[in-house]
């Protein structure tokens, strides 16, 4: 199958054959980043503008690596010395950075659906890096790709996803990922950020962490976003990890090989004792080395680049 | 004199019980038993012809806002549509809160406007729910009904007292039902689709609790509540409920929440993005029993106008807010006349004589001696949307290129004709 789309906008808009060509070309990345020279030259020529409108600091220098590492010239824009402080709106913002001919806009926003937005008005390729708490595309591939590298083949692997599932774009976009290629996904977390309209989406739902916990072939923690949370949604941080922090005693209920996952930042202490966070489970730093290799395949892909052909176990993910 | 027949035409005049084929007459601005002199005739046959239609809920954004709409092009908007009068709600800039800005809104109505321009005043100073505004005064300058439509009055000592205080002037209160606190930063309706795109829910409570509100503030005041624009089916339970018990409250849908779920913002579209928002099919099929079994009198467009630049912004951004004017008597034939929700009649009914009387306008008749404030209708016309072709300053529709069913083929306001399918604007002097 040939890769025939200008955007990566949303893992949900993605068929399962789309996203484990993402993967498997990821894995060919992961080789090469894996070299002692570690730069290729597949955008040679091509401009990528990072247009980060809302604050964010491992993404953003992963996309910039990425693009270096495909030999592009890099532009990177943050929105606090950007003209979006004169009241320029996002959409002549864009315009303006195409009439520059920029290959790729690399979008982090506030809003769902601005990276939609702005696809349907450039002929750029727009990367959604996070649209508010809609989704993060090349967050869920990472982690996916992580947990194959881990587990294997997913089909039936059982996902948890414990935290602020209500406001967040990771949760969002995992859980389509993790749904595509066959998971069990339950989402973890109290009431107020976690509602039952989930269930229609086709994952299990939970209140209670200890009651799941035992199942777990992987669990996804999310930070709590106290930036994002109202006083109404729960009560204290200590409540809070108290009824759904992971730790040392928890932890021990679990399945031994059980993979410790997190998008960052962490709020060590909060959603994660700090012993966990650095404990051999965790697979927290992997994320962020195998997200390079996730946004240099994206890249490839978008700017014509075609499938590599790569070795079987590969593709399947079998270093466990 | 200027005299007129419309010829061949089923008139179907609700406020008198008339529905039957005849030829109806006009001298000058009023409608006439007979004609002593020679008239021009129209050939209507095969259309209906009923009083000119009201809608008791736009949005002509003047004063302060003429880059989004005009009362003239407003009002042409309305003719386009088949209405010969309008209410226009009082979120203007600014504000219509006193009796000064009810003048100038008069004024520029009698200068520039096609059709009958009705406007609203304020309940609360500067619309902020703090205070009351000027009442009698604002009564005095011509105003029809109160209302801060587009906030609701989160106060209820304050709803109390405007309920009671507006009973001296024989104003009706209508309200938009929501609440603040459960409303706040919602963007869309709260369920499967706010969950999936990760936009700020407003949930069905936040309507629902306020209509609940009203209907115990009207029961214990007397007076008279009107709940605009609602979207949510427990508002429907609750307005049943309140009217059975007596309780005088009342009820209005407009267009789009009836044929649009929430469904339509998957695509991040800002003409989907309205207040109260789209809800679900559910809430859709609540609404149209409500209009059925007659607990929703009132049927309107919350015709609200915005610039394309405003609404080319990401979702959260863009203002609430639909134009309606032009496609609403579409809407309403096809899905609540052709689907056989309501007869033909009691459309018409209900968009003229109830809505007069909702507000004492003195229109919605072809009694002789009434204004000849006239509609006429194909019914059965099919017709595709097409934006370009509004008269409204605005284009923010999301019913571009939606299949509809019957429409108005002519606006006579006053005896003159305004607008018609085959001419457009005839006239604005």
Redesign the interface.
Known sequence: MKWAKKDLLAISDLSSEELLILLDTTASFKEIISRAIKKVPSLRGKTVVNLFVEPSTRTRCSFELAAQRLSADVISIEKSVSSFTKGETLKDTALNLQALNADFIILRHKSPGAALFLAERLQASVINAGDGPHEHPTQALLDVFTAREKLGDLKGKHFIILGDILFSRVARSNIWALLKLGARVTLVGPTTLLPEVFREVGVDVCHNLDEVLPEADAINLLRIQQERQQATLFPSLGEYTKLFGLNMERFKRCKPDVLIMHPGPINRGVEISSELADCENSVILDQVTNGLAVRMAVMFLLSGGQLPKIKEDARKGTSK | MNALVLKGGRVIDPSQGVDEKRDLYICDSKVVRTLSEQPDVIDVSGKIVCPGLIDIHVHLREPGQGAKETIQTGSWSAAAGGFTSVVAMPNTNPVADGPDTIAWIKQRAAQLAVVNVFPTGCISKDMAGEFLSPIGQLKSAGVVAITDDGKCIQNNDLMRRALQYATMFDLPIMDHCQDADLSNGGVMNE??WS?????KGWPNIAEEIIVARNAMLAELTGAHIHCQHLSAAGSVRILRQAKARGIPISGEICAHHIVLTDECLK??DSNFKMNPPLRTQADIDALIEGVGDGTIEYLASDHAPHCE?EK??????APFGILGLETEVGIYLKYLVHAKIISLHEMIRRMTIVASDLCGLHKGTLKVGSDADITVLDPDLEWTVDKHQFLSKARNTPFHEHQLKGRATMTIVGGKIVWSLENGLVSHS
């Open positions: 369920g499967y969950t999936v795109l990760g936009l695509t991040y630049f080319e912004v990401e979702l959260d951004d």
